[in-house]
């Protein structure tokens, strides 16, 4: 059986497209005129094919789906519009277009293990459209993000890994046209297997799944791996009003969960207009080929799905043994790649932090949460410590380990790093809808600010909170997660909802400062301290005799100190090998508080590895023992002296 989509083999092109409800399926080819159609002939299972001669590669073609057109009964064919083929592999505009049915030389996936992960959300066109050693005609494509130059940077930051946002073809919802904006997220999704044309330098008749293929050669060959945010939660099409695009007019109770007392309207739970139905053997067929593609024929390492909560949903609610999960678990090539979810959707028990299948991922939305609040001087340091020894409360029911866990601090939605510090409040004007999208998320970072007038001394606070922040995270157990330009200090102007600003609002500037060269520094120190210490690197939770946690007086943590929130540090000792276990011990020292503390190092010598108090995270020289003065809102870590390096 030839898959579905159109494939073009010795000058013959098939064609296969699934729909129950057709009562016939035109191919339009433009270029031979819009009344000239091949029609699909039906077979069983709602499966119509057909073949023609002719035709080359970078052909436009569409569909036509006679039928129904009863949306009483959920049912939306309509011949007039011109229809995207679901499994198009590339589009230009409203149509699909033929891809040559070549193999590809890709390479081999670098295959990084989860311990030694390092993510870099990013977006192709941000990552690169002010990129000033990219050529022109390159920035904000995927041939950018390929550029030796921006590569380079990836590699010397300690990035392993790029997770790119939506690269999917995808289109502009019109209520955002209304207001003259754009998608630019990419949350919207229209083309499963086709990479968005626009972010080609080569065109869009396949030249941007040629482009696509060359960018992640070249990231392969530099060891990082490629992984793409997916949206196989709902598409483009939005609300039931919307005209069809594709999925609608082809086999709508096919493809989208309709309303069960309403089936002309949608169940939805991603707040889109509609959602896709992980029960129906349509849906779960075309996700499968989807990640199937992307892996085998595209070359990508892994996947973050949006709204993955939707992708278990039930009749019975969400299960981890979900149809959808189960299809992925068994599937020999998707489930040996990374999969990380984003765990949550709006819809009833929508919040599954920690409870995805054993060899999935998810964002541990709880880190960032607390971890936040931690550094604006609130919480425990019980708090503290189950984070960087690996958010075990959410992780150990899953029996996924601390590895289960995408620990982050800052992502695309919400304020960067250096705006978090910066903002008590959000500033969306510019999305042109009076203020109301967002979430007013920063909270007070007052704390040892007030009374405090000199730019200069303010902007240390704040890069001195953005250092420790970084270190909480990179430090912890788990796989950590950097937000693209948050090592430039990169910022939204106060805008945490900045999905409509295809601008330098949303770009990243790479105008070098001495403060922003000092956080990419202090930033390259902190990823090599994590790829140098393989204390930190563990892939299973502590146990009592590997780590002690410490109060400044130098003891043990007791029940009381954990509890109280005026203690604003805390000690953490891991241990190296059993029989000197100080000289191979890794020393992580935080004050999460507004004044100095001194700290009373265990019985030994230690040598500094990074202090966040300096703004390259350079350490003092020398070795320390005894007391140590941690300044406010610093880390400090140090090694036992006599701990050769590579048993870090």
Same mark, same amino acid.
């Given at each position: ?66 039928g129904p057109d009863d949306p009483a009964s959920g049912v939306r064919c309509d011949p007039s519009r011109v229809l995207v083929d679901p499994y198009a592999r590339a589009i230009d505009g409203r149509w699909s277009v ?373 270190? @909480?995270?990179?430090? #912890?157990?788990? %796989?950590?997660? =950097?937000?693209? &330009? $948050?090592?430039?200090?990169?910022? *939204? +102007?106060?805008n945490n909802n900045a999905y409509c600003q295809d601008n330098p609002i949303s770009w990243i500037n790479w105008t070098s400062t001495p403060r922003t060269e000092a956080m990419r520094a202090f930033v390259q120190r ?53 029989? @000197?276990?100080?000289? #191979?011990?890794? %020393?992580?020292? =935080?004050?999460? &508080? $507004?004044?100095?503390?001194?700290? *009373? +190092? ?47």
């Amino acid at each position: 059986m030839h898959p579905f989509g159109a494939h073009l083999h010795d000058d013959v092109t098939t064609f296969m497209v699934r729909s129950h409800v057709a009562t016939a399926i035109d191919v339009v080819v433009p270029e031979l005129g819009t009344e000239h159609r091949i029609a699909l002939e039906p077979g069983t299972d709602g499966v119509w094919r057909g073949v023609a001669g002719g035709l080359h590669v970078g052909q436009r073609y569409g569909l036509r789906v006679h039928g129904p057109d009863d949306p009483a009964s959920g049912v939306r064919c309509d011949p007039s519009r011109v229809l995207v083929d679901p499994y198009a592999r590339a589009i230009d505009g409203r149509w699909s277009v033929i891809v040559g049915s070549e193999r590809p030389d890709l390479g081999a996936h670098p295959r990084t293990p989860l311990a030694d992960t390092v993510l870099y959300e990013a977006h192709v066109r941000g990552l690169t459209r002010l990129h000033t050693d990219v050529p022109p005609h390159q920035r904000g494509t995927y041939a950018g993000v390929a550029h030796p130059a921006v590569i380079e940077e990836l590699a010397g930051l300690g990035v392993t890994a790029i997770q790119l946002m939506p690269v999917h073809e995808h289109r502009t919802e019109p209520s955002v046209c209304s207001r003259g904006l754009t998608n630019y997220w990419g949350y919207s999704t229209l083309g499963y297997f086709a990479p968005h044309a626009g972010y080609s330098s080569s065109g869009a008749r396949g030249g941007q799944v040629a482009e696509f293929r060359s960018m992640v050669r070249a990231l392969h060959d530099a060891g990082i791996e490629v992984i793409l945010d997916v949206v196989y939660n709902h598409t483009c099409e939005a609300g039931p009003d919307t005209p069809a695009m594709s999925f609608r007019g082809i086999d709508n109770p096919a493809w989208y969960w309709l309303d069960p007392a309403d089936p002309s309207r949608y169940v939805d739970h991603t707040g889109c207009g509609n959602m896709l139905d992980p029960r129906s053997d349509t849906v779960r067929e075309m996700v499968l080929a989807s990640l199937r593609y992307w892996v085998q024929e595209m070359g990508v390492d892994g996947f973050r799905f949006d709204l993955a909560v939707q992708l278990g949903r039930t009749d019975e609610g969400f299960r981890t043994d979900a149809p959808l999960f189960e299809d992925i678990r068994s599937d020999p090539v998707v489930s040996r790649v990374k999969l990380i979810a984003e765990p949550w959707d709006l819809g009833p028990d929508g919040y599954q932090v920690g409870r995805f299948p054993v060899h999935w991922q998810d964002q541990n939305g709880m880190f960032r949460d607390q971890v936040r609040e931690l550094w604006r001087g609130q919480g425990t340091m019980g708090v503290l410590a189950g984070k960087l020894a690996g958010s075990q409360d959410a992780y150990e029911a899953s029996m996924r380990g601390p590895l289960g866990a995408v620990n982050f601090i800052t992502a695309h939605d919400g304020f960067t790093l250096a705006d978090l510090v910066s903002y008590s409040r959000k500033y969306n004007l510019a999305n042109r809808e009076e203020n109301r999208d967002g979430h007013d998320e920063s909270g007070s970072w007052n704390s040892g600010v007030e009374g405090v007038t000199d730019l200069p001394s303010v902007l240390d606070l704040r890069d001195r909170r953005s250092r420790g922040m970084l270190a @909480t995270l990179v430090l #912890s157990v788990g %796989v950590p997660m =950097l937000l693209a &330009g $948050d090592e430039r200090l990169r910022t *939204q +102007l106060g805008n945490n909802n900045a999905y409509c600003q295809d601008n330098p609002i949303s770009w990243i500037n790479w105008t070098s400062t001495p403060r922003t060269e000092a956080m990419r520094a202090f930033v390259q120190r902190l990823t090599a301290l994590r790829a140098q210490s393989r204390l930190l690197r563990r892939e299973r939770f502590f146990d009592a005799q590997e780590v002690t946690w410490l109060a400044a007086e130098g003891e043990e943590m007791s029940t009381d100190r954990w509890t109280d929130p005026s203690r604003r540090a805390l000690g953490m000792l891991l241990h190296g090998d059993a029989v @000197t276990p100080i000289a #191979s011990a890794l %020393v992580i020292l =935080l004050n999460v &508080g $507004d004044r100095s503390v001194t700290f *009373q +190092l265990p019985e030994g010598t230690f040598t500094p590895l990074l202090d966040t108090s300096h703004p390259t995270g350079e350490p003092p020289a020398g070795t320390r023992s005894g007391d140590v003065s941690l300044p406010e809102w610093a880390v400090l870590v140090l090694r036992g002296a006599h701990a050769p390096q590579h048993q870090l």
